[in-house]
Nanobody, 116 residues
Framework: QVQVTESGGGLVQSGGSLRLSCAAADMTYNTATKTWYRQVPGKQRELVASITFGGITKYADSVKGRFVISRDNNRNALYLQMNNLKPEDTAVYYC??????????WGQGTQVTVSS
């Protein structure tokens, strides 16, 4: 099974920026739509952003205008540039391949904490 590894999370003040990365172990599902989700304890995982192989992007209303999703098709990698972060963005962020059905095993995620 394809494994993905998220990185780049951390603690940042409100208004700050972070860039998340997602690396896959191989090129499986390289042409699939790629996604970023986030989850806070006690709530369902939320779809934050998606990007097709051709570069068409979609965002949740809560992050539109602040987050930018991008991908490197040569490396089967995925990124999420997060700007103007807010405390409500605090969550564990996960990447996956495939939409609407996730195709790969969920990774450990990367924790993003935004202080007010």
């Amino acid at each position: 099974q394809v494994q993905v590894t998220e990185s780049g999370g951390g603690l940042v003040q409100s208004g700050g920026s972070l860039r998340l990365s997602c690396a896959a172990a191989d090129m499986t599902y390289n042409t699939a739509t790629k996604t970023w989700y986030r989850q806070v304890p006690g709530k369902q995982r939320e779809l934050v952003a998606s990007i097709t192989f051709g570069g068409i992007t979609k965002y949740a209303d809560s992050v539109k205008g602040r987050f930018v999703i991008s991908r490197d098709n040569n490396r089967n990698a995925l990124y999420l540039q997060m700007n103007n972060l807010k405390p409500e963005d605090t969550a564990v962020y996960y990447c996956n391949f495939g939409l609407p059905r996730p195709l790969v095993v969920w990774g450990q995620g990367t924790q993003v904490t935004v202080s007010s």
